[in-house]
């Protein structure tokens, strides 16, 4: 995951904005932030949040372009291992990935 998340940590283009990796301790916690000022407005927010829970990959926080389940898919990880934890849960079954 820590690779995933890399590969999302550019720089914005606009504003004084850097990115931060926050991994939790026990390595099942992913997070990109971003955090820094676009002019005078402040930016902190959360790009992409994942966490590893029992044998599935839960995507609590999606803010890439073309979503980051997909890539996940791409890369090997069946779907139903990938859980799009930030859609409500009687919606989950319909998205074609896991329910949770």
């Known amino acids: 995951m820590e690779d995933l998340i890399r590969r999302y940590a550019s720089k914005p ?3 004084v904005i850097e990115p931060e990796i926050v991994i ?12 820094g000022w676009n002019g005078s407005r402040r930016i902190h927010g959360s ?9 599935k990959i839960w995507i609590q926080h999606d803010g890439t372009p ?3 389940a997909s890539e996940l898919a791409e890369e090997g990880i ?11 849960g009687h919606v989950r079954p319909h998205t074609g990935y896991g329910v949770g």
């Open 47 to 55: 790009v992409l949040h994942i966490d590893l829970i029992g044998d």
């Open 24 to 35: 939790g301790a026990d390595g099942n916690h992913y997070e990109l932030m971003h955090v």
């Open 66 to 68: 073309s979503g980051v």
């Open 13 to 15: 283009s606009n504003g």
């Open 78 to 88: 069946p779907k139903e291992d990938i859980v799009l934890a930030f859609r409500p």
